[in-house]
């Protein structure tokens, strides 16, 4: 009792679940809609009326209603920290999403991107003055074909499928540049993203599944056996969706040059080998970056990011418009076709606020940043599967992995727990749960990426929570994971009902 | 390095964990002759303050919008944006999530998104939206291909009032994927006749409005063209403050509706990310491309929000997928719907009016000049002005001067013979002074 009368220490009390009268628990509060809280005639934002002035709408001039709310400033923060609040974020836990690189997003980045030199210019500006932009392009356009080891770049592709298309685009220009229109098929093995055959169908290709060994890696030989005249090229995943460098991929590469097609490697899992080995040594034609994922982006719920496409010397020539050239000690932007170029892939210049930020990583890390951060990304990988290998079951046995450790779900058997139990079990624990049931030739995936940013201890941790949830499914504790999760601000939710009865947004409830 | 939290100690503990000698042993697949046994050439790593002193020199060297008079649009706008927008879009949980695999751990995102889709639905006067786009250009194209699904026909037309890089990108798509595309030529005055342009084998009708030169459209009657060829229409639209103002293209009976939301909470960043907005009627909703979020319930019962209808998706559906799009701009989408739920209805009809009589005002200033023409017969915040001498010439000179005047059509179309016509664009942010000063400069050029 301090001299107040006020209880400084806790009384003992039968534990139970609160039921509260607001439905919030604590800190986590129930937040309503935007169009359950906001008035049509409310505004944050002060603006003056105009003058009086003639109008020059014609009779194009809205009529009614928009039905759009609004919200004072204070009301506004409420609002999103509120529902902020209900997120995993890197920032505040191991987030280890396989395929998706959840690393680290250093602010410096942040605060770059943000000077008014970058932020504030417009992409149709004179090109006098905007010289410092394009010699940001130029710069990191330099920096990637130094890490590929490839001649060129196309800079405007808007994400990693984006990418994809742009590569396939050029492979399908310098096809038919050379007449050989009869090269309609790509080989994609069954391993790949489904970005890599959705891209090749938007081009009027069609897709011939190769089928992976028992290691999950791609043999040459297969490769061989499924190249033909017919053949435009393959789409290989290195290192790949099982998080393994295919081992044979200069023969790969090789065959398919041999048979007259190209190499589209999907760039995804770059971040493995940054300043290990070059694409371009490899023999890839062409290989799209996720600057997003290899030189960290803040991924804001789902984007934006930026997919650079490097090309070999035989595709360069049909990249996209814009570019930038030097042109009497100055620089400047090609916006139109003045040869093969395949065309243009978007407005404008391509992701300038992402390249800031992605050229601000790779300038921290420099040469020896870049490569530390591969072998600290393969090493925690690695860590935490010969860590969790006596208890969860590895597809491909002892064998290392890349930046990504894939478990599949042979070793829960007959324990009535799924892998989506599993993974809505770490939530309760407070992790976000690693990629679930991807890739697709592994049953019951669980692909653990745990990038370099994370420290030892952290890892630690991380893998004895694993061990313990692992135990206690083997245990039997069927609970535990079924009805899982508990603890977050939802639990599992419908998503039959979802699709079945789309509820799209928002709508007045009725009377 | 300071974002490399292990040290050299941890790094030995973990090799000797995983049963290797040292860390080349992990990367043993890659062949021996493809491994680089040097550093790549490259400089070393850099502290902050390096990193910001060849960044800042840089930025250093670039004009900002900013710092002169600027009258450039075409697709991009600069806004005011409320400094609670970059704020909340840097809250750690938003800005540092992924895309919401794991609902129960993602409600913030998607009910974010679940808003945005409305707000979109709402301002286009259409049904359904999804989450994004990479932005209006991309958007655009997928429109396009969205339609020849919907039709099972195989040609666009489009207006020779559309961006021309909407256009090309259209026409990019169009040439890889084997369809057709009939582009009618530029037309500063809208007086194009779209209806003799649509046959039955016409898929879409691709206009925008307020169109690259500033003009407003009314779909109505291309609307109905289309449709008595069983062909659809495609609304787009660069600027979407003119929605605060302008009929919405819902209301014009537009089958799809897609259009640049940059300007609402985004900055111009030198042409991206920007985001892109995508709306279509509910009952097309099954051909749309690109992620939605939908309301349901959770174990409880509580409401909740999901992505949904991801039968639709490449990571499903793969080569069927109607989009082979992944990665959207979530974040850009979460800065519009913060600066509209800020502005709400009250804020977006008032700041558009003040575009509409800033550019106005413009008008009427360059109006006034000798051999100066404004070509529009109707426009919003952006208008198209002939002047008796190439634009590009003129833009320079001003620049020369400290002012961003507009945007020359012969940068857009280099040889559409219209090198007379500026495009310029005067939103908020400009003040009276600035167009004193932009007419002034003109005046001097001429």
Request: with cysteine; charged share 20%; proline share 6%.
């Amino acid at each position: 009792m301090n001299n107040q009368g006020r209880p400084t220490r806790p009384v003992e009390t039968s534990t139970g679940e609160t039921r509260t009268f607001t439905g919030n628990r604590g800190l986590d509060i129930e937040e309503p809609l935007l169009f359950e809280i906001g008035r049509l005639e409310t505004t944050g934002v002060d603006i003056d009326e105009p003058p009086a002035h003639p109008d020059r709408l014609g009779d194009h001039a809205r009529r009614g209603r928009i039905g759009l709310p609004g919200l004072s400033e204070p009301e506004t923060l409420r609002h999103y920290v509120r529902l902020s609040r209900k997120n995993y974020a890197i920032d505040s836990g191991l987030y280890p999403l396989g395929s998706c690189t959840m690393k680290h997003n250093p602010r410096l980045n942040e605060k770059m991107a943000r000077l008014p030199g970058f932020a504030d210019a417009h992409p149709l500006q004179p090109v006098s003055t905007v010289q410092g932009a394009l010699t940001l392009i130029k710069q990191l356009a330099h920096a990637l074909m130094t890490m590929t080891g490839m001649p060129a770049v196309a800079m405007s592709p808007k994400a990693g499928a984006h990418g994809e298309l742009c590569g396939m685009m050029a492979i399908k220009a310098a096809i038919s540049a050379a007449g050989e229109t009869s090269r309609k098929v790509v080989l994609v093995p069954e391993s790949a993203h489904g970005t890599n055959p959705a891209t090749a169908a938007l081009i009027g290709m069609s897709v011939r599944t190769i089928p992976a060994r028992a290691d999950g890696t791609v043999a040459a030989s297969t490769v061989r056996d499924a190249l033909g005249r017919d053949v435009a090229a393959i789409m290989l995943t290195n290192p790949n969706t099982c998080g393994l460098f295919e081992p044979e991929i200069v023969d790969i590469a090789a065959a398919v040059h041999e048979a007259g097609a190209y190499f589209y490697c999907d760039g995804a899992n770059f971040n493995a080998i940054v300043g290990k080995t070059r694409p371009g040594d490899l023999g890839v034609d062409a290989m799209h970056i996720n600057l997003h994922k290899t030189f960290s982006t803040p991924h804001g719920g789902g984007g934006p990011g930026a997919g650079p496409v490097v090309l070999s010397q035989r595709l360069a020539a049909f990249a996209p418009v814009p570019y930038v050239v030097e042109r009497e000690g100055r620089l400047d932007l090609v916006e139109h076709a003045e040869g093969q170029e395949l065309g243009r892939m978007c407005a404008f210049h391509g992701q300038m606020g992402m390249f800031v930020r992605a050229l601000s990583f790779v300038l921290s890390h420099g040469a020896d940043g870049l490569k530390q951060a591969s072998e600290d990304a393969v090493l925690a990988a690695n860590y935490v599967r010969v860590c969790l290998m006596d208890l969860m079951s590895a597809p491909f046995g002892e064998r290392p992995c890349m930046h990504e450790a894939l478990f599949d779900d042979a070793w829960l058997k007959d324990t009535g727990v799924t892998t989506l139990d599993f993974a809505k079990a770490m939530i309760d624990e407070g992790y976000h749960p690693m990629t679930m049931y991807f890739p697709l030739v592994v049953h019951g995936a669980m692909l653990i990426e745990p990038t370099e940013s994370e420290s030892k201890a952290s890892l630690d941790l991380f893998i004895m929570t694993l061990r313990d949830l692992a135990m206690r499914a083997k245990r039997g504790e069927v609970e535990r994971f079924v009805g899982a999760p508990r603890l977050a601000p939802r639990r599992r939710l419908d998503e039959t009902r979802a699709a079945r009865t789309p509820m799209l947004r928002w709508a007045a409830a009725a009377g | 390095m300071r974002y490399l939290p292990l040290s050299a100690d941890d790094r030995r503990l973990m090799l000797a964990k995983a049963g290797v000698a040292d860390i080349d042993a992990l990367f043993a697949d890659i062949p021996g002759d493809r491994r680089l046994d040097n550093l790549l050439a490259m400089p070393r790593a850099m502290s902050e303050l390096a990193v910001e002193r060849a960044l800042g020199t840089l930025a250093a060297k670039n004009v900002a919008a900013g710092s002169a008079p600027f009258f450039l649009g075409v697709g991009a706008y600069r806004h005011h944006v409320p400094a609670t927008v970059d704020h909340l879009i840097q809250r750690s949980e938003f800005f540092t999530s992924y895309t919401p695999y794991q609902p129960e751990i993602a409600q913030g995102t998607l009910q974010v998104l679940f808003e945005f889709q409305t707000q979109v639905a709402l301002l286009t006067g259409m049904e359904v939206a999804n989450a994004s786009m990479y932005d209006g250009s991309t958007a655009c194209g997928e429109a396009m291909l969205m339609a020849h699904r919907l039709t099972r026909r195989r040609k666009a037309v489009l207006s020779g009032g559309l961006h021309p890089h909407y256009a090309e990108v259209c026409a990019t798509l169009a040439r890889f994927a084997g369809d057709e595309i009939d582009r009618l030529s530029l037309d500063p005055t809208a007086g194009e006749d779209i209806a003799a342009a649509i046959d039955d084998q016409t898929s879409c009708v691709i206009v925008q409005t307020p169109d690259v030169f500033g003009n407003l459209r009314d779909l109505t009657p291309i609307t109905e063209a289309a449709h008595a060829k069983g062909a659809l229409l495609i609304a787009v639209f660069t600027e979407v403050v003119s929605l605060g103002a302008c009929r919405a293209p819902g209301e014009m009976g537009a089958d799809i509706v897609v259009g640049e939301g940059q300007s609402i909470g985004n900055p111009l960043s030198f042409g991206g990310p920007y985001v892109g907005l995508f709306a279509t009627r509910a009952k097309y909703v099954r051909q749309m491309p690109g992620r939605l979020a939908g309301e349901t319930v959770d174990a409880d019962g509580k409401r909740g929000f999901v992505l949904t209808l991801s039968t639709r998706e490449q990571h499903i559906r793969r080569d069927k997928a109607t989009s082979n799009i992944c990665t959207n701009s979530g974040l850009c989408a979460l800065a519009f719907t913060i600066h509209l739920s800020l502005l709400g209805e009250a804020g977006l009809t008032r700041l558009a009016r003040v575009n509409h009589a800033n550019a106005v005002d413009l008008a009427g200033r360059l109006a006034r000049l000798p051999g100066v023409e404004v070509v529009n017969h109707s426009f919003f915040n952006e208008f198209t002005i002939r002047m008796p001498e190439p634009a590009a010439v003129l833009v320079e000179a001003l620049a020369a001067r400290g002012i961003i005047a507009g945007c020359p059509v012969s940068r857009l179309a280099p040889r559409a013979g219209l090198d007379d016509l500026l495009i310029v664009a005067s939103t908020e942010i400009n003040t009276d002074e600035d167009r004193a000063a932009f007419a002034d400069a003109l005046r001097a050029a001429l």
